[in-house]
């Protein structure tokens, strides 16, 4: 016999197994049907002892019936991270430094209410040897009916002190619009909890080329979390420093509940700075200076807190704002412990 006519032998030999295959599947998937009909709960009443060497054999017989293998999705390096930059990212803005093992103290009202009140705590950070002021202009709240700030007016008060007693200005801004404005009037941009995911405002912070403080979600994973800070990196401002705030959780004694592992696990996954905000992660004083010396000792690189010369008339978070007096006692305490490194 000749090449051509056995393989043409083979050939119906192979057409005739495969007919023989489609009657015998065909039967049993009657079968399987009555076996459906004929069960009463929700799992197959009966099961082929057969049926993984079946599966196994088919697959092996036809290999367009196996699933196709998905292709391994790359995993882009992200910019934050420590794989991209092993060494530490340290701030320079004007005579403040952040990161590179010394530790920084970020302080002042929640919310710029006027000029004295202000001037009142700048004067009393000068005095404590505080080098970087915070205070609200824009204040994004739970409610419409609460004060929203003073806006531009605010930010020119806080630059009026500030150049006075020669501090480093923190405030948040909450629209794209308002950041070139406020690049007037501020050193740092803060972009709140609230404000994490707005990828708007992150990719004009990113475009603004001026240092950017970072608040983590009030229910953000850390995953979320730095890659809200790559959108600004993304665009080319490497200027930014993290800070974790405190999540939402069922705890109902504490404003939010400090999530002190986010500290050393941030360190460790980004050459970014990190800060802890002891005011509203607590939303309560007798526990901030236990808590900073928590951040100090897992690796933070500073702290911020709250501080207002009459805190029962502030505007805003009259409850977890320190007075000047207890502001100078918080941060005694905290050099104090050995713990905090200027």
């Known amino acids: 016999m000749n090449t051509d006519m056995m393989l043409e032998t083979l050939q119906e030999q192979l057409n005739h197994i495969d007919l023989e295959l489609i009657h015998i599947l065909n039967r049993r998937e009657a079968t399987m049907r009555e076996i459906e009909r004929a069960q009463t709960g929700d799992e197959l ?46 701030l320079h803005i004007k005579d403040a430094v952040i990161g590179g093992g010394a530790n920084c103290l970020v302080a002042g009202p929640c919310s710029v209410e006027s000029y004295e009140q202000t001037r009142k705590v700048a004067a009393a950070l000068k005095e404590n040897g505080v080098r970087i002021m915070r205070g609200g202009a824009y204040k994004p709240r739970t409610s419409p009916y609460d004060f929203q700030g003073l806006g531009v007016e605010g930010l020119q008060i806080l630059r009026e002190v500030a150049n ?11 629209h794209p619009a308002h950041i070139e404005t406020a690049a007037q009037y501020i050193d740092v941009i803060q972009i709140g909890a609230r404000n994490m995911q707005n990828f708007e405002l992150l990719k ?36 930014v420093m993290l800070i974790e705030r405190g999540i939402r959780t069922y705890e109902k004694w504490t404003r939010n509940t400090l999530d002190i592992s986010a500290v050393p696990l941030l360190k460790q996954k980004s050459h970014l700075p990190v800060l802890v905000d002891v005011s509203h992660s607590t939303g309560y004083k007798d526990i901030m200076l236990p808590c900073a010396k928590a951040a100090l000792a897992a690796g933070a690189d500073g702290v911020m807190v709250e501080t207002h010369p009459d805190p029962a008339s502030a505007l805003s978070d009259a409850e977890q704002q320190l007075t000047l007096e207890q502001f100078a006692e918080f941060f005694a305490g905290l050099k104090q412990s050995g713990l905090y490194r200027a």
């Open 45 to 90: 009443a009966v099961r082929s002892v057969h049926e993984d060497e079946v599966a196994a054999t088919l697959r092996q017989s036809f290999p367009a019936l196996a699933p196709a293998a998905k292709p391994a999705k790359s995993k882009r390096t992200l910019l934050v991270s420590r794989e991209a930059r092993s060494v530490d990212t340290v």
């Open 164 to 174: 006075e007693f020669g501090l480093v200005t923190i405030s948040e801004i909450v």
């Open 204 to 239: 004009a912070a990113g475009d603004m080329r001026m240092p950017v403080l970072l608040k983590r979600g009030i229910a953000a994973t850390m995953e979320e979390f730095l890659l809200a800070a790559e959108y600004i990196v993304s665009r080319g401002n490497t200027q």
